[in-house]
């Protein structure tokens, strides 16, 4: 969205509130719509996947889920995002960690019609005698976007601002939604009722 859509929402919101008798009310409510921070965090209920600032650019990735669906926020920092996408965790593609490797990771994958948002978030586990100055920034992120299988772009999260909260909740919430991993063939699969 943009500034003009912001106002238009606001013009909206003081029309309903004077139509309602709140007009006192309304332009707090339209300063507080047009100049807040719309795109901060996940909303309450919510839970965080992941969170990043975008390498190179002003721009905000954040991807939160609760028990029945997931969600994308993309764009500037305190305004509505510019893309803002759900899926319900029983459709949405899931990718657990495989258990292998140094990198502790897992993506989620966004459809918007012909194009796919791959959400991979994680990071780097330390071994042994490393320390966290071996390794200062450990988290790292990326959406990899897609037009019909075709790769679009890939937009990396700055390192130091990459947020991954490594859950088994969103895995849990598709085994409840009656789904089981196959971890040979790297796919969820519904299971038998």
Request: include cysteine; hydrophobic fraction near 35%; proline fraction near 5%.
């Amino acid at each position: 969205m943009n500034i003009v859509t912001d106002r238009i929402y606001g013009v909206w919101l003081h029309i309903y509130l004077h139509k309602r008798g709140n007009m006192r009310v309304s332009s707090i409510a339209v300063l507080i719509v047009v100049s807040g921070p719309v795109f901060a965090g996940c909303p309450i209920g919510q839970k965080e996947f992941m969170s990043c600032n975008i390498e190179n650019s002003q721009n905000v990735l954040s991807v939160c889920f609760d028990d029945t669906s997931a969600y994308y926020s993309f764009g500037l920092q305190g305004r509505l995002p510019d893309l803002a996408l759900s899926e319900p965790i029983e459709t949405i593609n899931y990718t657990p960690w495989p258990g292998v490797g140094r990198a502790i990771w897992e993506s989620l994958t966004f459809r918007n019609d012909e194009y796919s948002y791959t959400v991979v978030a994680g990071f780097d586990r330390m071994f042994d005698d490393e320390t966290e100055e071996d390794h200062p920034t450990p988290h790292f992120g990326e959406v990899q976007v897609k037009r019909d299988g075709e790769t679009l772009v890939n937009l990396n999260c700055e390192r130091g601002s990459t947020a991954f909260a490594w859950t088994p909740e969103i895995y849990e919430a598709k085994e409840a939604a009656g789904y089981e991993w196959d971890d040979r063939n790297r796919l969820w699969f519904k299971t038998q009722e």
